[in-house]
């Protein structure tokens, strides 16, 4: 009979090979998890970048144009919102500019004794938030993709 003990043992079991196989499957799997999460957040960042570089070139074309209108004594008296998209490279991002009057609350002031300076104050501060209220817009630039 072989004496077991005296068998000289070189290699490794079947099992002590499967069982390695399993935990190197575990983690590369574990890897590619990740590495595939990390690529997304990796694209997910280019095409932020990309987008707000995008809004600041539409919200400058905007600027430009609201100057170009007020040189001509033109200035945008109504709300006003329009759709866009933009050239190669960059066919698959489209934008959404809104141009909108600003309306300023007339803070309420009050007090004993105030009434008739607080009635001058106050018709002064309506004539002025009404001045600004014609003279502001708000630019709203949003980037799609």
């Not at 990309?50 to 070139?57: E, F, S, V, Y």
């Amino acid at each position: 009979m072989l004496n077991l003990r005296k068998l000289n043992r070189k290699g490794f079991s079947l099992l002590e090979v499967l069982v390695a196989v399993a935990i190197m499957a575990s983690a590369f799997t574990i890897l590619l998890t990740g590495q595939g999460a990390s690529f997304l957040a990796s694209e997910r960042g280019e095409m932020l970048t990309m987008a707000t570089n995008l809004a600041r070139q539409k919200m400058t074309e905007l600027e430009m144009e609201i100057e170009a209108d007020l040189a001509k004594n033109k200035f945008p008296s109504e709300d006003e919102e329009k759709n866009g998209s933009f050239a190669e490279p960059f066919e698959n991002f489209r934008c959404v500019t809104t141009v909108k009057k600003v309306e300023i609350p007339l803070a309420q002031g009050g007090g004993e004794g105030e009434e008739e300076q607080g009635g001058m104050i106050g018709s002064y501060m309506q004539t002025v938030m009404e001045q600004i209220s014609e003279s502001v817009r708000e630019l709203q630039v949003q980037i799609l993709w």
